[in-house]
């Protein structure tokens, strides 16, 4: 059932079971974090590999300190600019936090959503829910409840409507080392954002184990393959017998117009990471042999769509 009856929600997650919530950046199927049994339904439903951790969603600054040892003074800078919002932080976990959480890691990742209806939610339950993108795992994020409903509807219980999501990808996950912030994954807030909103220094992440969510090679594929070409004209001229769904990042005066998608209508990178996931979604359904789109601008939030779509592709 699709509805926006946020007690009804609430009560479905203190019984142990699963909703699927709205937030800015995509939707999440969302259990109880302090409860195995829910946990363990959301790596089912997911077919999430058991060595790839959760975010814990909380209401506030306040909550999340009980499920964490200690925030680092970088933390507290970063949570007064950007929580609620699109980020996510990596911190040593308190010893409330499941392992299973955190895939037997010893730090886990919080973030406060930017949704008024998650928020309302978060507020109304007495513990922090779980919720990883709900869908199944690899496959494109859900931005609608329709994609949801589409994707795992058949799977739980209820789906909280709170309309189509805002940015349209997921969050940017983050830990503080020697007084920088580290990025893991790119996302909603740039880092652009947080050296001009913070003044505090920027750092890549070299780690290569999984730590955090987002860190798998291959996510968010479409089940036809995606390319990414150095230009859409000559890969058409070089493949003319190939069936090509085409990705723009801005409108231009192509002539072709059987299966073209406009991302936005004058390279606009939020438009465009808003409308990535649900367009690509179109275009798996067209019946073309595959997607293709050019390399984009790496810059702001150009560098979480270009990791979304390195991991979406095929080599």
């Not at 909380?58 to 003074?73: D, I």
């Not at 829910?129 to 494109?140: C, G, L, Y």
């Not at 805002?166 to 940017?172: A, C, D, L, P, V």
Request: proline fraction near 6%; aromatic fraction near 6%.
């Amino acid at each position: 059932m699709i509805g926006n009856d946020v007690a009804h929600a609430a009560r479905l997650l203190e019984q142990g079971k699963l909703v699927a919530i709205p937030t800015e950046t995509v939707y999440g199927l969302a259990g109880n974090a302090l409860d195995i049994n829910s946990i363990g339904e959301i790596y089912r439903v997911k077919n999430r590999p058991s060595f790839n951790p959760l975010i814990l969603h909380v209401p506030n600054l306040e909550t999340a300190q009980k499920y964490v040892t200690h925030f680092p003074k970088e933390a507290l800078q970063l949570v007064r600019q950007f929580w609620p919002g699109s980020l996510s932080i990596l911190l040593p976990k308190s010893n409330i936090v499941p392992d299973v959480i955190t895939a037997g890691s010893s730090h886990v990742v919080l973030r406060v959503p930017n949704h008024p209806i998650t928020l309302e939610l978060l507020n109304c339950i007495n513990f922090p829910i779980a919720a990883p993108s709900a869908n199944i795992s690899n496959t494109v994020s859900p931005t609608s409840p329709n994609h949801v409903n589409q994707g795992i509807g058949h799977e739980i219980n209820y789906i909280l409507d709170g309309g189509n999501c805002k940015i349209g990808i997921e969050s940017t996950i983050v830990s503080i080392k020697n007084g920088k912030v580290q990025i893991l994954r790119e996302g909603g807030v740039s880092r652009e954002d947080i050296s001009r909103q913070t003044g505090l220094q920027i750092s890549l992440s070299k780690q290569k184990t999984v730590q955090t969510p987002g860190q798998l090679k291959k996510h968010y594929a479409t089940q036809k393959p995606l390319y990414i070409v150095e230009s859409i004209s000559e890969y058409i001229k070089e493949n003319p017998t190939q069936n090509c769904s085409k990705l723009y990042y801005e409108e231009n005066d192509n002539h072709d117009v059987e299966n073209i998608y406009y991302l936005s209508k004058n390279y606009d990178l939020s438009e465009i990471a808003n409308q990535l996931f649900s367009i690509m979604r179109l275009a798996d359904k067209d019946p073309t042999d595959c997607i293709i789109i050019e390399p984009i601008k790496l810059k702001g939030i150009g560098r979480a769509i270009d990791d979304r779509l390195k991991r979406a592709a095929n080599n």
